[in-house]
């Protein structure tokens, strides 16, 4: 099963397979240290986000235990038709480095009425997606290979999905916030707050984190290409871990026109996990 002939296959079908932009590769893109945050309304919505901060910190360092749904949304229009992505994933993970969650995209065009690409796998990791565990019904029709395969993510496409990064990120820099109000999610009452960036503020936060990024941005217009970007957060009352994060994104050049819409949602702080996540007992290197 690890033999050269058989070993770059399955990893280019594994890599392949997670080429649809999951948690990790979509939210570092969108949410990476979006601007935040400063209050109305009676409520100091900074006051909000130092307390968020520190709560998901101390939960992280704890060794607690989370579960997450992410949906994702893409739609990009032109004179030729309408092609829609959607993304689905669903996990648990256990701090530091446990992770598994079941994903699914379907693809649709108006170009092809009635037709629905579809992808869906299995993802585990035990190390902080340094290596992972990937299984689909594709990846083993493809590969001949049933079960689970095991290899390393190439530099730059680790699927991990980075929870504490994404929301020290998210929350790293605290102003122009509006405070909503008080909802409730799932049965917690919550704080909303919301706010608005450029492209062109996204662009520099993503060229401080990685200045090789430079030369792929040379001649782009981060506005006209990202259009406006609203980013919505609920923060629970009693814990201050955030329950909900969603992003939009819309932006038209010409005659195409692109829009997204990130969803997720996080639950189950300070439960056990109902199962272990530990490496299957069976599988296949994929290197």
């Known amino acids: ?9 399955r990893r280019a079908q594994a890599e392949r397979l997670h080429g649809g932009r999951i948690l990790v590769g ?20 900074s006051a909000w986000i130092r307390r968020c901060r ?23 229009s032109s004179s030729e038709g309408t092609v829609k992505q959607a993304v689905e994933a669903e996990g648990e993970m256990v701090f530091p480095l446990k992770q598994r ?13 009635g037709e629905q690409q579809e992808n869906s796998f299995s993802y585990l ?30 530099e730059g496409q680790n699927r991990y999905f980075d929870y504490p990064g994404l929301m020290e990120r998210l929350l790293s820099l605290g102003e122009g916030a509006a405070w909503i109000g008080w909802e409730e999610v799932e049965g917690v009452s919550c704080a909303h707050l919301s706010y608005a960036i450029s492209g062109h503020e996204l662009m520099e936060l993503r060229l401080q984190e990685n200045p090789a990024l430079e030369e792929q941005y040379q001649g782009l217009d ?3 290409v990202l259009g406006e970007i609203a980013v919505e957060v609920w923060i629970a009352k009693g814990d201050a871990l955030p329950r909900k994060v ?28 109902p199962m272990p ?4 007992a069976f599988f296949a290197e994929a290197d």
């Open 26 to 45: 979509v939210l570092a893109c969108l949410l990476a240290g979006l601007p935040l945050l400063a209050g109305c309304g009676g409520e100091d919505a």
């Open 246 to 273: 969603t992003v939009a994104q819309s932006s038209s050049q010409g005659e195409m026109g692109a829009s997204s819409r990130i969803a997720m949602a996080f639950r189950a702080y300070g439960e056990e996990p």
């Open 222 to 224: 981060p506005d006209e």
């Open 1 to 9: 099963m690890t033999t050269a002939a058989r070993s770059a296959p």
């Open 54 to 76: 520190e709560a998901v910190s101390d939960y992280v360092e704890g060794g607690g235990y989370l579960g997450f749904e992410q949906r994702t949304e893409l739609e990009l």
């Open 125 to 154: 990791t035990v190390d902080g997606g340094r290596t992972a565990y990937v299984m689909g019904e594709n990846l083993s029709a493809q590969l001949g290979v049933p079960g689970w395969i095991h290899y390393t993510p190439p």
């Open 101 to 113: 969650y079941e994903y699914r995209e379907t693809f649709t065009s108006s170009r092809k009425p």
């Open 277 to 280: 996540i530990e490496a299957p």
